[in-house]
């Protein structure tokens, strides 16, 4: 339990200190949700929060879990890289049966 606690609170704090450079990364490299006919929003709109909550989860992981569970969460992140990658619109090629699996858990 109280490494569950801590995790959450480092994931946290991480995601908000991270939200706002990612934001502005995003805004530089042009990765944002452009308004048109059928969008709601008036302006650009960020399209990489995922990734400042992704990298705050793993920094929360590194700093409160030790040993095994360090391991298996570990695992579990390093798994879910291709698919936050596909969801940041970095292409993914040559997965077969898995490319409109991945083409479709996109944003």
Same mark, same amino acid.
């Given at each position: 339990?109280?490494? !569950?606690? %801590? =995790?959450?609170?480092? +994931?946290?704090?991480?995601? /908000?200190?991270?939200?706002?450079?990612?934001? @502005?990364? &995003?805004?530089?490299?042009?990765?944002?949700?452009?308004?048109?006919?059928?969008?709601?929003?008036?302006?650009?709109?960020?399209?990489? !929060?995922? %990734? =400042?909550m992704?990298? +705050?989860?793993?920094?929360? /992981?590194?700093?409160?879990?030790?040993?095994? @569970?360090? &391991?298996?969460?570990?695992?579990?992140?390093?798994?879910?890289?291709?698919?936050?990658k596909?969801?940041?619109?970095?292409?993914?090629?040559?997965?077969? =049966?898995?490319?409109?699996?991945?083409?479709?858990?996109?944003?």
């Amino acid at each position: 339990m109280g490494a !569950g606690l %801590l =995790a959450f609170f480092i +994931a946290l704090f991480a995601s /908000v200190m991270l939200v706002v450079p990612v934001r @502005a990364l &995003a805004l530089r490299v042009g990765m944002v949700d452009l308004p048109g006919p059928r969008k709601v929003h008036l302006k650009p709109i960020p399209l990489l !929060g995922g %990734l =400042a909550m992704y990298a +705050a989860v793993v920094i929360a /992981v590194l700093f409160a879990f030790q040993g095994p @569970a360090r &391991a298996q969460v570990g695992g579990i992140l390093i798994g879910s890289v291709p698919w936050d990658k596909s969801s940041v619109g970095l292409p993914v090629k040559d997965l077969g =049966a898995w490319s409109a699996y991945v083409s479709c858990s996109g944003p």
